[in-house]
């Protein structure tokens, strides 16, 4: 009886700790740190990296707005800002502008779709206390469908911004138009995208480069979550060719696609990018361009391409 008395005293204990430990996981998956951004969000390469870029100055963004716009602290980066606890109908507004802004600039990739007649989004409204709370509206949606999706902006500065957020139509105002708001699964988030390449000079020291891509076309390396930039810097295997080859812009892995590669268009389209933006030439038997007052040499083959450094 003893024994029994104390395993099920055992058991009592073990999931009283169970329980302090989900609340305590709980309470910080609730947590969600949010900071004010008065009409001004800067998208920059991270600072402390920044003395391995051999630039005088680096390309960033800035995304302006008339008010407020409020961003997660914890998910947040310096080049990938996630949104948070923000007025869902104003947003939309600002990511609108955005989208009209660059307007034939802009490609788009439907990351899934869904049959709904109705979503919901937030607005923030004054409580009784005079302190801002959200509120949940339910808009109808025309046409009963729904899509997450990716945009991507090409800037002036040669880098693209990348827009993750879930779009739909609604009349709810009145009025069909189109509204931005939070993907089902994740937040609504913006990347300013810096594709690198990895170079070791003569005394051995390490430098990166910010290459600009054509449309569609992946990078291996870059700022991100996947590899720190203190592993790029730190592993030679970095250096390797695979990190500097890309394939073409209608490449595709996927046997689904079933469509016919055109290799001779694809270097056509890579090569007119690099020409209408950076000013492509070919010199020596070799197609350059320049970015930031860098050179780089291209090599095409047969499924993919390779950009180096041409010292």
Known sequence: ????????????????IFVIVLSVLGGCKL??????????????FPAAYRQYLPYEEIPEFTLNFDGVIYTNIDASTENRIVFS???????????????????GRTYF??????????????????????????????????????????????????LVLSLEYRRFNS????????????????????????PLLLREKDGGEKELLIV????????????????PLANILKKKDFLDVFYKT????????DPRAGEEFNLEENIKKVKDYYIDNHQGRHENEKFVFTYLGKNFFVTFHSEYFVIDYLS
């Not at 009886?1 to 009283?16: N, T």
């Not at 606890?85 to 307007?103: C, P, R, W």
């Not at 890309?246 to 892995?253: G, I, K, Q, V």
């Open 31 to 44: 947590e969600n740190r949010v900071i004010e951004n008065e009409n001004a969000i800067a998208f920059r």
């Open 85 to 103: 606890k923000n007025d869902d109908f104003y947003l939309s507004e600002v990511i609108a502008s955005l989208l009209a802004e660059y307007e």
């Open 1 to 16: 009886m003893k024994m029994k008395r104390i395993f099920k005293m055992k058991r009592i204990f073990i999931m009283i």
């Open 212 to 227: 600009p891509l054509p449309d569609k076309v992946i990078y291996r390396l870059g700022v991100g979550e996947k590899v």
């Open 171 to 194: 009349d709810y105002f009145g009025t069909d138009k189109t509204y931005y708001a939070w993907p089902v699964t994740r937040p609504l988030n913006a990347v300013l995208h810096f």
């Open 246 to 253: 890309y394939t073409y812009p209608d490449h595709s892995m």
């Open 109 to 158: 990739r439907v990351l899934a779709t869904a049959k709904k007649t109705e979503t919901k989004m937030n607005n923030l409204v004054p409580g009784k206390d005079g302190k801002l709370k959200h509120e949940t509206v339910v808009l109808p949606v025309s046409g009963g469908e729904i899509c997450d999706e990716l945009a991507y902006i090409r800037l002036d500065n040669g």
